[in-house]
């Protein structure tokens, strides 16, 4: 009913920058909170950034001054501007929102995951 779609990921030295999107499409009615997890290897996914319908936004504080989360509602759209990488930013990347769904029952409220974006940060 409703996906998710990364783009972005890749392969970059300590210092650069990548800047991951995440477009929404389907039978969205209204798409609510949008955020970025990411996971490491052998360790929990965590939450990177989060931004409301409103425009708040919220960071983990290993990523404060260094990554921007934003969005363009009217693309169904979230972007996360990330600069001044650091090899313990290397991870998996995954867009979540939760989206209010047109479905045969009427809105449903749903979380949605994308697929995940791997970002690399290495010399």
């Known amino acids: 009913q409703v996906q998710l779609v990364e783009s972005g990921g890749g392969l970059v030295q300590p210092g650069g920058s990548l800047r991951l999107s995440c477009a929404a499409s389907g039978s969205i009615f209204r798409i609510n909170g949008m955020g970025w997890y990411r996971q490491a290897p052998g360790k929990q996914r965590e939450l990177v950034a989060h931004?409301?319908?409103?425009?708040?936004?919220n960071y983990a504080d290993s990523v404060k001054g260094r990554f921007t989360i934003s969005r363009d509602n009217a693309k169904n759209t979230a972007y996360l501007q990330m600069n001044n990488l650091k090899p313990e930013d290397t991870a998996v990347y995954y867009c979540?929102?939760?989206?209010?769904?047109?479905?045969?029952?009427?809105?449903?409220?749903?979380?949605?995951w994308g697929q995940g974006t791997l970002v690399t940060v290495s010399s």
């Open positions: 979540n929102a939760d989206v209010t769904a047109v479905t045969s029952q009427g809105l449903r409220y749903l979380e949605v």
């Open positions: 931004t409301t319908s409103g425009g708040s936004t």
